[in-house]
């Protein structure tokens, strides 16, 4: 473990996130406009394509950072058989479920079955094939399907709350499936699919279009569900950066387009692979 790594394993990080939540939330005057200036200034944000491109027109900092697009920003693949990316952001991994393991990092990998808190769903998706996209704090952050599918569950997993960029995922055991995360459901027309949305450090919540915003808890929040969503439509919310990985079963036949490498860049919507159920 490296410095950095050291030094978030010894920070408080549940006390820091949620002292980050209780300010990103305030709708205090003082308080919104400095976080939102002085972030938009260190980060140089450009809102032109946003719905709002005035910084004062924001309620709260949650609410500049989970902005909305302007309509047609981000055309949604509209071919029957195309994954949609999720997000705005960076190819962190992709490829192969290889004997149930997930690649995080060279030479790092982890269980699927902990990464969704289910070892018997875990199993589902043996051979399967995963993309792992890292939001920077300059994105986008609202996260969108990647295909057609009905929710059918939502899980709640408390944990850590690392960094999740490059450096910690690289010195970091079991990053993905340590941190805390909010597992999304699918019954599609290729079989079970799933959406992880993983918290990160000074993270200050995770909100779901079939739950809401997320309270924490030390215990995993389990709720069934039974909402029809296509591919584009609004999933969920990160209130600062994190990561979303898709996870397809074996059966979707999962061919990733090429070029899609590590620190690719992608933005939501485009086409990221195609389903081959029969190939």
């Known amino acids: 473990m490296n410095l950095f790594t050291l030094a978030q394993n010894i920070a408080p990080q549940q006390t820091l996130s949620k002292i980050a939540g209780h300010l990103a939330r305030s709708d205090n005057p003082y308080i919104k406009k400095t976080f939102i200036h002085a972030f938009a200034k260190a980060y140089d944000i450009d809102l032109a394509e946003y719905k709002r491109d005035n910084l004062d027109d924001y309620d709260s900092f949650n609410d500049f950072f989970t902005r909305e697009l302007k309509d047609g920003m981000r055309p949604i693949d509209d071919s029957t058989d195309?994954?949609?990316?999720?997000?705005?952001?960076?190819?962190?991994q992709i490829g192969t479920?290889?004997?149930g393991q997930l690649l995080q990092a060279k030479g790092h990998d982890y269980d699927?079955?902990?990464l969704l808190a289910d070892f018997e769903l875990g199993k589902t998706f043996v051979d399967g094939s995963f993309a792992t996209i890292y939001l920077a704090p300059t994105n986008y952050h609202r996260v969108h399907m990647p295909f057609d599918g009905v929710l059918t569950a939502t899980r709640y997993v408390p944990g850590t709350l690392f960094s999740v960029n490059n450096t910690t995922a690289e010195h970091v055991p079991d990053l993905f499936a340590r941190n805390e995360r909010?597992?999304?459901e699918f019954d599609t027309t290729f079989g079970k699919a799933c959406v992880v949305l993983v918290g990160a450090m000074i993270v200050a919540g995770i909100s779901c279009v079939a739950t809401g915003a997320i309270k924490r808890t030390p215990y995993i929040q389990?709720?069934?569900h039974d909402l029809p969503l296509k591919k584009g439509d609004e999933l969920g919310q990160f209130y600062l950066g994190s990561t979303a990985i898709i996870?397809?079963?074996k059966s979707a036949g999962t061919m990733w387009n090429d070029?899609?490498?590590h620190s690719k860049t992608v933005q939501m919507g485009e086409q990221i692979a195609k389903i081959c159920p029969n190939a």
């Open 112 to 114: 699927v079955g902990q």
């Open 82 to 92: 195309g994954v949609a990316c999720p997000a705005d952001g960076k190819i962190s």
């Open 182 to 184: 909010l597992v999304c």
């Open 259 to 261: 070029g899609l490498v």
């Open 97 to 99: 479920i290889h004997q």
């Open 222 to 224: 389990h709720r069934t």
């Open 247 to 249: 996870i397809l079963p």
